[in-house]
């Protein structure tokens, strides 16, 4: 009679991977209220969620021209960096692998383009309100980053 419980087979060990990316919180402070431009991607649950848009650092890119890049292709919004906004580092398991992702993000100022959600790997695209990003986004790791914006907007100005 085979047995019941836990297996006898040892645990399969996960290969360790790590990745490095970059995005940023683009912003255009120039409205009567100052938005930022967020990605809705729909999860395994079906749920909307909000984030900041981020993407893999090619070869020969630096994390500032990923930045660019990125909000650019996810948002359609042609972004200009301002300053850092911070790093967050996570870990996270897929197609069998144990990944740590290192994300670099910058604040940037809106200086072209217009909201697009043509870009695959995102749903929706939205301009927030400053105020509602830390009530939108979905991550805690992104709001503490997004909380910063206004504080360097002001330094910048």
């Not at 197609?95 to 043509?118: C, M, P, Y």
């Not at 749903?123 to 504080?151: I, K, Q």
């Amino acid at each position: 009679m085979p047995s019941r419980g836990k297996s006898t087979r040892p645990a399969r060990r996960l290969r360790r991977v790590d990745e490095t990316s970059a995005g940023g919180l683009v912003v255009d402070a120039e409205r009567d209220v100052p938005v930022a431009a967020l990605i809705g991607r729909i999860d395994r649950k079906g749920r909307l969620l909000w984030s900041l848009p981020k993407g893999h650092i090619e070869l020969g890119e630096s994390p500032e021209d990923t930045a660019v890049r990125e909000v650019a292709e996810e948002t359609g919004i042609i972004g200009e960096i301002l300053a850092p906004l911070g790093v967050i580092d996570f870990w996270f398991v897929a197609d069998g692998r144990r990944i740590h992702k290192t994300v670099h993000h910058f604040l940037l100022r809106a200086v072209g383009g217009a909201l697009s959600d043509e870009d695959i790997e995102v749903n929706e695209v939205a301009w927030v309100p400053l105020e509602e990003l830390s009530a939108t986004l979905a991550y805690a790791d992104e709001r503490a980053l997004a909380e910063r914006a206004p504080r360097l907007l002001a330094d910048i100005a």
